[in-house]
Structures are given as structure tokens and as C-alpha cells.
């Protein structure tokens, strides 16, 4: 066996300073891993890391360029980022994951879902529209329907649920596509992870129950209370997704499970996910693990789950803008192997994830009502 030399000196930079990257830097340190963030907002939670962040606007050309110039490989933490940018330092020899094409289609809601059906993924019918809004005699042979901006939409935003004609006044005004709306049994994801060689991991797939009110996950739980034959299913078409997608990179991938027992493509996400939060105390690897080891050219162990987890997103109460409190948090002791993670943000505010806390159990009920507890009890306040 020849020994490959891997350089743990490679200055990585990342597009987005959220959350995401903050976690991801987190793993890195375990590595003596330095990573470089550029973010717009002054107070992102990746500032803390202050020689490494750089105050600017990731969806400006030449501020991305300033920022990559001098660095070995290029990320993402979030795919609303200028990808001309990412594709004009490609040109410089540096290595960019996911490649630029991956990202320009992803970021693009009508393109992703083009994609997938040039692909024969399974995905709901869909159209997509050009104008700023949608033509009645079209809305009248889709409803009911979701309609999704094509670009910049995330954490339920540039999402709108049209059930009929007397809905149409909460269209969204701009370029969007819309989507048959499906009767869903249940919301899966699964994240899988490419390394630079084209080997797929699969972490395991997750149940998401959906916060109805703001569009984004309220909690899940892995692995998923489902049939092995829709396990299959769900590995399948990630298997193919992966295969079509040509590049390495960490891939989430959100599924529908209809009430017909289809099971189809929702939306695929370039990068690390809320959905596999989970990973980080129940799995041997985390989707971050991961993405590091494909960043650094090092190979992805078997993946195992240590039992049942459970994640709680932790979001802004309404009312509540400033300084964040954590309401009950003396108490979550209490409930067995619970890990908090707060996102180290400055100011909550209503619907916004401030943090996640992710539960460990063999048991799955006793899972479901420590999850629920959390849920009850433990809240984000000012």
C-alpha cells in the first residue's frame, strides 16, 4: 500500500459564515484544519473565527474573487453565492467542491427540477414560469399547487401554497416555477457524501416533520419509521442522483412520501443541511466529518448509527427580537443524552434557527417524548 500525502496545510475558504461552516470549522480544528469564511453580515456566526473571516458580500463578483485568489480549494456553505466567481477561480487551478456547474443548477430551482427529470429522477409535475406572475388560465389546471422562487429561496422562504383562485394574492412576484402539490405521507431526507475519488457514503435517512406555519423543519428523527422497501427506494434514487451529478461534494437530498406510496425528489441542497444535523452525536462520521475528508482528499469510513437520534430545531419565538435567552435550558439535563448547539447569533427573531439540540436514544418512544419535551419546553426568547 503506497502512503498518499495529504496536505492538512490547505487553505480551504468558504462562501457563507453561518451556522453550517461554523460547525464544519468545529470538526476542522480536530484536524489542525484552518478554514476561511466570507460572509456579509458583520456578525455571522463564523466571525468568532476573526483571523480566518472576511467581512463581504459572497454574491459579489469581485469580492469573491479577492477572496479566493489566494486560497487552495473552495466550498460552500450556502448555494446563493456567485458561481461566475467560483467558476473564473476554477480557471486559476482552484479546486472548487461541488464543481461550479453543480452549484449554477442546484441554486436554480427550475433548473434543478429540469435536471431531475432529464435525469428520470422521480420529482412532482412541474412548470416553470418566467414572468413576475403567473398567468390565470395556467393557475387554473394546476391548483392546488406550491409555487417556489427559482433563486434565493431558503428556510421556508420564496415558498407559497396556491389551494385555489383566492389564494393567487399570495403568489410570490417574481420568477418562479410551480409544482403539483402531492399528498404526503411523510417528509425524508438522506445525505450522501462523494468523495473527490466518486465513492458514495449514504448517512441514514431521516424522518422531517415540517413546521407548517414557517416551512422549515421542527424536528426528526433517524433513522426513518419506514418500510424496507421504501429504504430501497429512497438508496436507489440517491445512488442514480449521485451518478448523474459527476462531482464530489456533500449532498442533501429531501424526499416526498406520498400517501400512494410513490416516492419522489423535493429538492437537493450542494452542501451540509439541517435535515443531518443529527450526525454529529449519532452517527460514527458527521455529514461535517464528511465534507472535510472529501475537502482534504481523505476517505469516508463506513458510516453506523449508535441507536436512535432525534434533532429540534431550536427558532426565534414570535414577539421575540434581541439578545437570546434560552428558556428552561437548567432543565434539559434531565432528559438523558441531549446535546445543545447554539449558533453563537447575535440577535434572534421569530422563525429564525438560533440553534438545534439532538437527543440520543435506544429506545424510540422514549426518543419521541424527550423530543417532545423539547419541543414544549425549551424556547428562544429575548
Not at 486560497?71 to 473552495?74: E, H, R, T, Y
Not at 427559482?150 to 403568489?171: A, P, R
Not at 434572534?348 to 438560533?354: A, H, I, L, S, Y
Given at each position: 500500500m503506497t502512503d498518499k500525502k495529504?496536505?492538512?496545510?490547505?487553505?480551504i475558504g468558504v462562501l457563507g459564515g453561518g451556522q453550517l461552516g461554523r460547525m464544519l470549522q468545529e470538526e476542522a480544528l480536530l484536524y489542525g484544519v484552518d478554514l476561511y469564511f466570507l460572509d456579509n453580515d458583520i456578525k455571522a456566526p463564523c466571525s468568532i473565527f476573526k483571523n480566518n473571516f472576511t467581512h463581504g458580500s459572497y454574491k459579489d463578483f469581485n469580492t469573491t474573487i479577492q477572496f479566493g485568489k489566494d486560497?487552495?480549494?473552495?466550498t460552500i456553505e450556502i448555494e446563493h453565492i456567485n458561481a461566475d466567481a467560483l467558476e473564473q477561480l476554477s480557471k486559476y487551478d482552484k479546486m472548487v467542491i461541488p464543481k461550479v456547474e453543480i452549484i449554477k443548477m442546484i441554486q436554480n430551482k427550475a433548473l434543478q427540477k429540469q435536471f431531475l427529470k432529464e435525469n428520470d429522477i422521480p420529482t412532482s409535475e412541474f412548470c416553470v414560469i418566467e414572468t413576475k406572475n403567473i398567468p390565470n388560465d395556467m393557475a387554473d389546471s394546476w391548483y392546488p399547487f406550491?409555487?417556489?422562487?427559482?433563486?434565493?429561496?431558503?428556510?421556508?422562504?420564496?415558498?407559497?401554497?396556491?389551494?385555489?383562485?383566492?389564494?393567487?394574492?399570495?403568489?410570490?412576484m417574481?420568477?418562479?416555477?410551480?409544482?403539483?402539490?402531492?399528498?404526503?405521507?411523510?417528509?425524508?431526507?438522506?445525505?450522501?457524501?462523494?468523495?473527490?475519488?466518486?465513492?458514495?457514503?449514504f448517512f441514514p435517512i431521516c424522518e422531517m416533520v415540517f413546521n407548517t406555519k414557517l416551512n422549515l423543519v421542527d424536528y426528526l428523527i433517524a433513522p426513518a419509521s419506514?418500510?424496507?422497501?421504501?429504504?430501497?427506494?429512497?438508496?436507489?434514487?440517491?445512488?442514480?442522483?449521485?451518478?448523474?451529478?459527476?462531482?464530489?461534494?456533500?449532498?442533501?437530498?429531501?424526499?416526498?412520501?406520498?400517501?400512494?406510496?410513490?416516492?419522489?425528489?423535493?429538492?437537493?441542497?450542494?452542501?451540509?443541511h439541517n435535515s443531518a444535523h443529527y450526525t454529529i452525536e449519532g452517527c460514527n462520521v458527521s455529514q461535517y466529518q464528511a465534507q472535510l475528508r472529501i475537502?482534504?482528499?481523505?476517505?469516508?469510513?463506513?458510516?453506523?448509527?449508535?441507536?436512535?437520534?432525534g434533532m429540534v430545531n431550536l427558532i426565534g419565538e414570535e414577539q421575540y427580537i434581541g439578545a437570546p435567552y434560552v428558556e428552561n435550558l437548567q432543565h434539559l439535563h434531565e432528559q438523558g443524552e441531549a446535546h445543545l448547539h447554539l449558533y453563537g447569533k447575535k440577535?434572534?427573531?421569530?422563525?429564525?434557527?438560533?440553534?438545534?439540540i439532538t437527543v440520543l436514544n435506544t429506545n424510540r418512544s422514549k426518543l419521541v417524548n424527550q423530543l417532545n419535551w423539547i419541543k414544549e419546553n425549551i424556547k428562544i426568547k429575548s
Open positions: 495529504i496536505n492538512l496545510s490547505k487553505k486560497k487552495d480549494a473552495l406550491v409555487q417556489k422562487s427559482q433563486i434565493d429561496g431558503y428556510d421556508g422562504k420564496g415558498v407559497t401554497i396556491i389551494e385555489n383562485k383566492s389564494d393567487l394574492e399570495k403568489q410570490l417574481v420568477p418562479s416555477l410551480i409544482e403539483k402539490k402531492v399528498e404526503i405521507e411523510k417528509e425524508l431526507a438522506i445525505t450522501i457524501a462523494i468523495e473527490q475519488s466518486g465513492k458514495v457514503h419506514i418500510e424496507e422497501k421504501y429504504t430501497k427506494k429512497v438508496n436507489s434514487i440517491a445512488s442514480k442522483l449521485a451518478k448523474s451529478l459527476k462531482s464530489p461534494g456533500l449532498f442533501s437530498i429531501e424526499f416526498f412520501l406520498t400517501k400512494r406510496g410513490e416516492v419522489m425528489v423535493n429538492e437537493v441542497a450542494p452542501r451540509a475537502l482534504l482528499g481523505l476517505p469516508i469510513p463506513e458510516i453506523k448509527m449508535k441507536g436512535y437520534a440577535e434572534t427573531k421569530p422563525g429564525r434557527k438560533m440553534g438545534h
